[in-house]
């Protein structure tokens, strides 16, 4: 929104200095409130409530970061008045139609009767959507910041989870038996250790590090996949490493100089690769992939199975969770359900869950409109691995750690060619008054 130069005020250093301590005290809870969603796992929060577990409230199935940043979005709107850039104004439209629809959904299911339906709903969709919202209402620093926490947060995750390997002990509680030790790091599972870590690398290219930071963060997110024993995520992180070498524009070189650079650099890369792999299938890192095909594998196909067993009334409404899994337990012979399809399509009934998906695929574009290519990279390969397990139909905090990397980091490419020192408009300002220093004029 643009503001005339009046309407700063006379008083400039008085509210630039509220307006900055108001500023910096919203950037710690944001930063706060969002770490605390992407640090305490289902598993910590089970010792506190029922989150995940069978039994208890309502409120009890809501992470406590849900409900601080549905408060601290209610204080930010409350305190000051809003004002958004002109290119944030059709993003920041577009997240409260998602976010209307979205409660609409859980409005839907619990006038229906599906409880069930709604705790993945609220805590894995509508609390991104909130998340983004929260970002967007405050300046583009606060958003960089909270977007380099959560990824700083993932990249600490994989050293954590390289330690975990090397002393075979885990620092995260995880209640699953494995036939093989698979670090989980800073997340809940293993699975979901590995896909994050092909999240992280996506969005590397997009930070403020220099070069060699960059390309030995990568190198480290992808040993975290290695520790993960996440066989799927590690492919797709190799083929994402290629891709973002291929398709990101090299500046200050000319077409043919870039192609050139490209093709060495691919070539090296793919030698080094052929090296590392040799080395990791030595120490019997690479152990998983010595068959492809296993009971994990085996598990993600036979689920499907479970349609031979449920009503058309079923297939075509949707059914209570409880029911699902005593089918899933008895008549397939699986303890979960690792397929999303499954959860969406037998949860919801086959057409709402075409709804649902034709939202989400379209929430996903909206956010990644106008990014950078590393941004689509990662967010496609992040969705892909995603869709191989239940991770996008269970509460998890990948659809917000996926949604507040880009927002944070949405800008990236117009901030790298903008001019240091913009020319300003005569009369009036684009920017939000309250994101200017004490003391210096707008």
Not at 104 to 129: H, K, P
């Amino acid at each position: 929104m643009a503001y005339p130069m009046a309407a700063v005020g006379l008083e400039r250093g008085r509210i630039d200095l509220r307006s900055n301590a108001l500023g910096i005290l919203f950037l710690f809870l944001t930063v706060a409130t969002l770490l605390t969603r992407q640090l305490v796992t289902p598993d910590l929060m089970n010792m506190l409530a029922n989150y995940s577990s069978e039994g208890g409230a309502f409120y009890e199935k809501f992470h406590l970061a849900t409900y601080a940043t549905v408060g601290l979005l209610l204080v930010i709107l409350a305190s000051r008045p809003l004002a958004l850039a002109r290119g944030d104004v059709a993003l920041f439209r577009s997240l409260v139609r998602y976010a209307a629809v979205m409660g609409g959904l859980v409005a839907y299911f619990v006038l229906i009767g599906r409880l069930s339906a709604t705790g993945f709903l609220i805590e894995t969709y509508l609390a991104a959507v909130l998340a983004a919202i929260l970002l967007l209402v405050q300046n583009e620093q606060t958003r960089r910041i909270a977007a380099t926490a959560m990824l700083c947060v993932l990249i600490a995750s994989a050293i954590v989870a390289i330690g975990e390997v090397i002393l075979q002990r885990r620092l995260m509680p995880f209640t699953e038996g494995e036939p093989v030790f698979r670090a989980t790091g800073l997340s809940s599972h293993p699975l979901v250790l590995g896909a994050h870590c092909a999240l992280a690398i996506g969005f590397v290219p997009l930070t403020r590090w220099p070069l060699w930071v960059k390309i030995v963060v990568m190198f480290v997110l992808f040993i975290g996949c290695v520790a993960a024993s996440a066989r799927v995520a590690l492919m797709a992180s190799a083929l994402e490493i290629l891709a973002l070498i291929l398709f990101l524009r090299w500046p200050n070189l000319p077409p043919r100089r870039e192609l050139q650079a490209k093709l060495v650099v691919l070539f090296f890369t793919l030698l080094l690769g052929a090296a590392l792999a040799v080395v990791l299938l030595s120490v019997g890192l690479l152990s998983r992939f010595s068959s492809v095909v296993d009971t994990n594998s085996m598990a993600r196909v036979q689920i499907y199975e479970v349609f031979h067993y449920v009503t058309w009334k079923d297939f075509l409404l949707g059914m209570n969770v409880a029911d699902l899994l005593q089918i899933v337990n008895e008549k397939v012979g699986l303890e979960l359900i690792e397929s999303a399809i499954v959860y969406f399509v037998l949860l919801m009934g086959l057409p709402m869950s075409i709804v649902f998906a034709l939202i989400v695929i379209g929430y996903v574009a909206c956010i990644l409109k106008g990014t950078a290519a590393a941004a689509r990279i990662g967010a496609l390969i992040f969705l892909m691995i995603d869709m191989t397990n239940n991770a996008l139909a269970t509460k998890t905090v990948d659809i917000l750690l996926l949604t507040v990397l880009v927002v944070g980091l949405r800008n990236t490419r117009q901030m790298a060619s903008a001019p240091a020192r913009p020319p300003r408009p005569a009369g009036r300002v684009t920017a939000d008054y309250r994101s200017l220093p004490a003391g210096r004029p707008g």
